[in-house]
């Protein structure tokens, strides 16, 4: 009896011990806690706004234009000749509204409006619900943005930041 209990006594123990379960912890992966975007460069905002100009003076303007990159960090702005200093304000807000909407800022005023249960965006104090502002887009994804002033009417304002695009490398102002 002595023996049998004895036995008992060492079965759980070896049963314990082999139902040692490892709990493994996975190694964490540096695609987990960086990723890599694309941005625009000081080089291709100076490029954007320079096309932007030509259009811009195919119309007799003279334009305030923002460049941010893709987190909304203002890369350039310019002002041009005689054009208010209200406009290089209403350039970066325009171009932001944009970069963070993902949307061109005349398509978003016009669905706005068409549209009671988002009328209330022009509150937002940062979005400003006025056209000249577009998304700037590489390989699918926004990489910054263009906002444009002074152009003499929203669809010119519009016109003037859509055509910034250097289509020839890829960077463009439509998805």
Do not use: C
Not at 81 to 88: A, E, F, K, S, Y
Not at 97 to 120: F, G, H, I, Q, V
Not at 127 to 132: A, E, H, I, N, W
């Amino acid at each position: 009896m002595k023996t049998i209990f004895l036995f008992m006594m060492t079965l759980s123990t070896f049963s314990y011990g082999q139902n040692n379960i490892e709990i493994k912890k996975s190694k964490p992966s540096i695609d987990n806690y960086v990723k890599s975007v694309d941005n625009l460069t000081l080089d291709a905002a100076f490029e954007l706004t320079k096309r932007a100009n030509q259009t811009a003076n195919s119309f007799h303007k003279n334009v305030s234009i923002a460049i941010l990159d893709a987190s909304g960090t203002t890369i350039l702005i310019t002002r041009g000749d005689q054009v208010g200093p209200h406009n290089t304000e209403a350039s970066r807000r325009k171009a932001f509204t944009a970069l963070s909407t993902k949307t061109p800022t005349l398509e978003l005023l016009r669905n706005a409006d068409a549209n009671l249960d988002t009328k209330n965006l022009n509150s937002l104090p940062e979005l400003l619900l006025l056209s000249g502002g577009v998304p700037i887009w590489y390989k699918g994804n926004i990489i910054g943005s263009i906002g444009v002033s002074g152009g003499g009417s929203p669809e010119n304002d519009d016109l003037i930041a859509k055509s910034a695009a250097i289509t020839e490398l890829g960077i463009t102002t439509t998805k």
